[in-house]
């Protein structure tokens, strides 16, 4: 009977049911096919234990945040000041749209939201200063996934909460990382720049620095709050969430008076986000205690010994199938999924955690602009009007580019462990 439990979930997927409930009846009829029926008495404790997590409530909060400084007119204020910033070099728009996102990282922490509002501004204007179409949206996308890396990260709150690991030291280790990455793609930025003649913006146009850095200030005053907030103990993840948000409605009244209906549409979409990523979290952690129950984690730790693949061989394993299932799953699906079956063994072979969670989270991200499902692609496909295809062929040295950087993380744990280790958080807990 156990066969035909994926077959029947795959059969709910295609009938276009939402997934977590595909997760979460998949889940119960494994409970019976394995004759684990009696343990489903137990099982909304269970459920209730995963979402019972004090670092959880940091996320809906930072989405709240994200989403009144999307509302609130702070896209312009960024573009203006990383315009001022390095607007004049060849390829100067590339290079903003870039260092945007870096911006965004710290305000909304979402792939998918960065990729939406930059292909709605920097897109055109990039075609109209005689970038391609195809190019403008295949660095859109490709940068959009620094989001989550930089801090504040909802996928890394996600993760810590899932192997209860410091939020603190997540936040901290995923700076370096994201900046490299964004260096990365600035180089790439700069070689198409100079193969292709891209054009630069010029001193005129070019909005004046100290000025454009004055009024940027209030977006910019986030992640500062945020990081320098949670660095120094003044405040947990959570309570600089709640900070964020008064923060974000602060400055989206200061741009563009951030309207009530605008507020409202914030809440809702919150509401909305949450419950979904809530949902899936109680789905899969019915799947994760059945695996708890029928042993499987210590069956693969048995298997990768037995195959003899080591740490660095069940590493590589380890990021090929969390770069799979980047392509194809929402991250949260893929985190709640995975993450608790495939992380402790890892562990077990001297993997430090929060190291982990940078690694598997960066696989994840880069899912979502590889096709042939990459989330952000899609996004920006649907806004730009690329063919899916065409942009899926062209972003393919920027996920090389992305790729290497993952190589290097791997390698060279440090880089990772380097600021959490020097503000002295390290470990779980």
């Known amino acids: 009977m156990m066969p035909l439990v994926p077959i029947i979930a795959l059969l709910l997927l295609g009938s276009g049911l939402a997934i977590a409930y595909v997760i979460g009846g998949g889940a119960v009829l494994a409970f019976l096919a394995a004759d684990k029926g009696r343990y489903l008495a137990i099982l909304p404790q269970q459920i209730f234990s995963k979402i019972d997590v004090f670092a959880l409530m940091a996320m809906p909060l930072f989405i709240l945040a994200g989403e009144f400084m999307n509302r609130g ?20 728009l590339g290079h903003v749209n870039v260092l945007t996102s870096v911006f965004f990282a710290g305000i909304s922490g979402s792939a998918i939201a960065d990729a939406a ?54 936040f901290l280790a995923g700076i370096i990382p994201g900046l490299i990455l964004a260096a990365s793609l600035i180089a790439l930025n700069a070689f198409y720049a100079w193969k292709e003649d891209h054009p630069r913006i010029s001193a005129e146009e070019a909005p004046a620095l100290a000025p454009t850095l004055l009024r940027s200030l209030p977006a910019l005053c986030l992640p500062i709050i945020i990081i320098g907030g949670i660095v120094f103990g003044w405040m947990t993840p959570t309570e600089a969430a709640a900070v964020a948000v008064f923060t974000a409605l602060a400055a989206g009244w200061f741009y563009d008076g951030l309207k009530r209906d605008a507020i409202l549409e914030g809440l809702r979409r919150t509401a909305m ?33 037995a195959l003899g693949l080591g740490p660095a061989g069940y590493m590589l394993v380890l990021n090929v199938i969390f770069l799979i299932a980047g392509m194809v799953l929402d991250i949260p699906v893929a985190l709640a999924l995975l993450v608790p079956l495939l992380a402790p063994v890892a562990l077990a072979h001297g993997a430090d955690p929060v190291h982990l969670g940078i690694i598997l989270c960066f696989n994840l991200c880069i899912g979502l602009v590889s096709p042939p499902l990459g989330g952000c692609l899609l996004v920006v496909s649907t806004v730009t009007g690329v063919n899916y295809w065409r942009l899926a062929r062209a972003i393919l040295p920027f996920v090389l580019v992305q790729v290497g950087v993952l190589i290097l993380l791997v390698q060279v744990p440090e880089i990772s462990l380097f600021l959490p280790r020097a503000f002295g958080f390290m470990g779980g807990g």
Not at 73 to 92: C, D, F, P, Y
Not at 279 to 285: E, F, G, H, Q
């Open 73 to 92: 007119g702070v896209t312009k204020a960024l573009i203006n000041l990383s315009i001022a910033l390095v607007g004049r070099l060849r390829g100067g």
């Open 117 to 170: 509002a930059l292909s709605n501004t920097l897109v055109p204007a990039m075609r109209e200063r005689g970038y391609s179409l195809s190019y403008a949206s295949v660095i859109t996308a490709a940068s959009s996934i620094i989001g989550p890396i930089v801090p504040p990260s909802i996928i890394l709150i996600f993760y810590g909460a899932i192997m209860g690991t410091s939020v603190t030291s997540l």
């Open 273 to 305: 986000l949450s419950g979904s990523i809530f949902i899936i979290i109680c789905a899969v952690s019915a799947l994760g205690y059945l695996g708890a129950l029928e042993r499987i984690p210590e069956a693969i730790s048995s298997a990768v010994d």
